[in-house]
């Protein structure tokens, strides 16, 4: 079965900070991944998406993420924070090989920029 | 462009009414699918429904519903409420139900439900 765990439900960093939010998957075949960030009071909103064309997947916003089959990983970065990054970010998974949009959601992470 | 239209965005029940909420996806998108969240079970898949066809249903019990018309609008039915049915939920559009394109969701700002 596939599943992602996002590793830290909150995560608190300075405005210019680096940001590294912290995603796992669990999955038998190489799967699609995703990062979707959630504003408050809004729905979510596609950051990037991983389908093995290439490891290091670049999104919007200035986030990007690293796809690492031996560690079964992919980690969202962003090089310095902004205010504006403020909100909930959510790793998900899609199995390649089933329905597409059946996505399989983390837990989800809470960013704080503190200014 | 327009954006997933979902309505109503709040509602209020009470528990054993059934409730419809309706989703417009974006123009041209045949897939729609459905999600809920909430604070202890965080996002699950419901259903996802493409050229009127259910293509995929999460594990929810038969209470849970939907359907899509021919024009790509979609409707979720939830019947006997419960109170563990208070929850956002969340549509979602999208071009194309695999290949490329896969899991590339617009999402709506929800319907927010509560059941008392």
């Known amino acids: 079965a596939q599943s992602v765990t996002q590793l830290g439900s909150h995560v608190s960093v300075s405005e210019g900070a680096l940001v590294l939010l912290r995603c796992n998957y669990s999955?038998?075949?190489?799967?699609?991944l995703f990062w979707y960030v959630q504003y408050p009071n809004q729905g979510l909103q596609l950051l990037l998406k991983?389908?093995?064309?290439?490891?290091l997947v670049k999104g919007i916003n200035g986030f990007e993420a690293e796809f690492k089959k031996s560690e079964t990983s992919f980690h969202l970065t962003k090089p310095s924070a902004h205010m504006s990054d403020a909100a909930e970010y959510f790793c998900a998974v899609s199995p390649r090989r089933t329905g597409a949009n059946n996505l399989f959601f983390g837990t989800g992470t809470r960013l704080t920029v503190i200014p | 462009k327009a954006g997933v239209t979902q309505t109503p965005r709040y509602l209020i029940k009470t528990r054993g009414q059934q409730v419809t909420l309706s989703c417009s996806p974006i123009?041209?998108?045949?897939?729609v699918s459905w999600y809920q969240q909430t604070p202890g079970q965080g996002l699950q898949f419901l259903f996802e429904y493409f050229s009127e066809t259910q293509r995929n249903k999460g594990n929810f019990p038969g209470r849970f519903s939907g359907r899509q018309f021919s024009n790509s609008r979609s409707e979720m039915n939830v019947s006997t409420l419960e109170l563990g049915d208070s929850a956002l939920y969340l549509c979602a559009s999208s071009l194309t139900s695999g290949g490329a394109g896969a899991g590339e969701l617009f999402f709506g700002e929800g319907s927010r439900l509560t059941v008392l």
């Open positions: 123009s041209g998108h045949r897939s």
């Open positions: 991983y389908t093995s064309a290439a490891t």
């Open positions: 999955s038998s075949v190489p799967p699609y």
